[in-house]
């Protein structure tokens, strides 16, 4: 849920929030504060997270993150994405405190209190940064949505069954797998 300000918050002004156990993103000045995910997200995110870990690593792919990882896009765009990969040749955007521009690879897992603002704002903003994948995995209804790159846009790309991506060659998940308990 967005908290109305006069002025847009920054980036500075976000590492300066409280330390209080709440997540926080800013996108485009204005504070946004999550609950925190409900325990089906955080299965699904862990195997996520591990399945790609597992491929990316061992082959010096380039690095993925968890949440919380701060993804700053712009001084007033600062989002903490589920899941992250930035790949071995873009390694520079990778600083001690975050990452400093847009990942190759976003997934959020969407939850109650975050389906809207994952679906459409969080969407646009990955869009305009240049991200080039961005997985909406919605627990809901057991399915992932891929939306890849093509010019300036994402298009929605088919993973009913399988989930495969030209950013890792060889990399291939059944999307059954993701939701199994």
């Not at 521009?101 to 305009?128: C, F, H």
């Not at 093509?150 to 030209?166: H, K, Q, S």
Request: contains cysteine; proline residues 5%.
């Amino acid at each position: 849920m967005a908290t109305e300000t006069s002025t847009k918050l920054t980036y500075e002004d976000y590492v300066n929030l409280p330390n209080d156990g709440k997540r926080y993103e800013i996108i485009d000045g204005e504070l946004y504060v999550n609950p925190a995910p409900n325990i089906k997200h955080q299965k699904v995110a862990a195997k996520l997270f591990y399945e790609l870990y597992s491929f990316v690593k061992p082959r010096k792919l380039g690095e993925v993150f968890f949440a919380p990882c701060d993804v700053v896009l712009s001084e007033i765009d600062t989002l903490q994405p589920d899941i992250l990969f930035v790949s071995a040749a873009r390694m520079e955007i990778i600083t001690r405190a975050n990452v400093k521009g847009a990942p190759d690879l976003v997934i959020e897992v969407l939850s109650e209190g975050t389906r809207n603002y994952d679906e459409t704002i969080k969407k646009k903003r990955y869009e305009r940064f240049a991200v080039s994948e961005y997985w909406i995995v919605d627990i809901d209804d057991d399915s992932v949505r891929v939306h890849r790159r093509v010019g300036t846009r994402f298009e929605l790309v088919d993973a009913v069954a399988t989930i495969t991506t030209p950013l890792l060659p060889g990399f291939t998940l059944a999307v059954h797998e993701i939701f199994a308990d």
